[in-house]
């Protein structure tokens, strides 16, 4: 086994994204990162495109609340960090199992529980990914 203190950067960084190489969670991961660039590249795009004052929430019986376009930032950074914090949720359980156990074997005694919740996080996302992209797309709808 490697030691992770010696690992060089580019490893370290890949371990990080990618902390179990099993084909279905690399895919997702993939997928995740790439959906989050084309929202950031589209949210660029935009951003020249949209007039400087744009609706920033919207409702079916509520005003519309008008703000500065800055405002669609949001809608790339939310998704940047919720990703960020799955993947060191992930990571996590990675350091648990290297040093005491795989820690989501310890939420139960069923390894396929465990198992289980790695495939939720992983799951959940690229759901918020996919969600945080959709809302972007429909933002930018609604303000042209």
């Known amino acids: ?8 950067i580019d490893n370290r960084i890949k371990l990080f994204f990618f902390p179990d190489p099993q084909k279905k969670y ?42 500065d376009k800055s405002g669609i930032w949001v809608l790339v950074l939310v998704p940047v960090i919720l990703f960020l914090v799955f993947t060191t949720i992930l990571q996590s359980s990675l350091i648990e199992h290297t040093f005491k156990g795989n820690f989501y074997d310890n939420i139960s005694n069923d390894s396929s529980t465990g198992e289980a919740s790695k495939s939720m996080i992983y799951y959940l996302r690229a759901a918020v990914v996919l969600i945080f992209s959709f809302l972007a797309i429909l933002a930018y709808l609604h303000c042209l």
């Open 1 to 8: 086994m490697q030691n992770q203190f010696n690992m060089t």
């Open 26 to 67: 690399v895919a997702i991961t993939y997928f995740s990162i790439s959906l989050l660039i084309l929202q950031a590249i589209g949210v660029t795009i935009a951003w020249f495109q949209l007039p400087k004052q744009i609706p920033l929430s919207f409702g079916f019986f509520a005003k519309e609340t008008i703000g």
